[in-house]
């Protein structure tokens, strides 16, 4: 069974950098569709990035990842997908997921293409 296990989450003041971490197992992080996405209060799950099992990005990211703001990479040997944060706004601020799919590309997908999430990790970034 697939498990993702989100941490790094925190509280920062603005300005500053967090990175969040996806432990996997069941899978791996080469071989699927995996990505990041946040939610608030109220709102829809919003995604931030997404990449296929050939490390290629899926489409329709979210500006914070197209310009450079948020990065992401994985950690093949321990199976760790990472999401890099800099520069945080109180925007920002949200409860952040991990997520992947039974299948190898991406595309332009939303939240409701993945199969797995994991339980979220808080973010708070004060002013």
């Known amino acids: 069974q697939v498990q993702l296990v989100e941490s790094g989450g925190g509280s920062v003041q603005a300005g500053g950098s967090l990175r969040l971490s996806c432990t996997v197992s069941g899978s791996t992080v080469t071989n699927s569709c995996m990505g990041w996405f946040r939610q608030t209060p109220g709102k829809e799950r919003e995604k931030i990035a997404t990449?296929?099992?050939?490390?290629?990005?899926?489409?329709?990211n979210h500006k914070d990842f197209t310009e450079g703001r948020f990065t992401v990479a994985k950690d093949i040997a321990k199976n760790i997908l990472y999401l890099q944060m800099n520069d945080l706004k109180p925007e920002d601020t949200a409860v952040y997921y991990c997520?992947?799919?039974?299948?190898?590309?991406?595309?332009?997908?939303?939240?409701?293409?993945?199969?797995?999430w994991g339980r979220g990790t808080q973010v708070t970034v004060s002013s």
């Open positions: 990449i296929n099992g050939d490390d290629s990005w899926g489409r329709n």
């Open positions: 997520s992947s799919r039974i299948g190898y590309w991406c595309g332009d997908g939303g939240a409701s293409i993945f199969t797995y």
